[in-house]
């Protein structure tokens, strides 16, 4: 079993991993959004418990969505999780704002549900979480 580390901790470190600055949109537009990529093991059991939700709903993965571009596999993955039971899919979507943080003079902190105005920009964010932790889809 692997344990997972405390984000906070100096031994696990966010240092090394991706982060992605992301604007709100519309009532947001004032707001940014830091998106620090999950920990490898962390992104690895959400996929799976994602990729396994969505074959329990029925739902085909397409056999050449490794040759998609990235923006279109994340359009895919939302998709496909909105054909999942929402009482399947909800923490599976509570657990990708986990890597979202808000970005102020003071610097970054957690989210809290008052940081939306406007439900346009937790889809972006969604989006552009998927797309960071399933780009190995695209690699060689």
């Not at 966010?14 to 992104?43: C, F, H, N, Q, W």
Request: hydrophobic share 45%.
């Amino acid at each position: 079993e692997i344990k997972e580390c405390d984000w906070s901790s100096d031994v696990c470190s966010s240092d090394l991993r991706e982060t992605k600055d992301v604007t709100g949109v519309g009532k947001d537009s004032e707001k940014v959004y830091r998106i620090t990529e999950m920990p490898a093991v962390k992104a690895e059991k959400w996929a799976l418990k994602a990729l396994w939700a969505i074959a329990a709903a029925g739902l085909e993965i397409p056999e050449d969505v490794g040759n998609a571009p990235l923006s279109k596999l994340a359009e895919l993955g939302l998709r496909s999780l909105a054909k999942v039971p929402f009482n399947v899919a909800e923490p599976l979507l509570d657990e990708m704002l986990t890597c979202v943080e808000v970005l102020s003079d003071a610097g970054t902190r957690k989210l809290i549900a008052d940081d939306f105005q406007d439900v346009k920009t937790i889809l972006k964010l969604r989006k552009e979480v998927l797309a960071m932790h399933i780009d190995f889809f695209t690699q060689e």
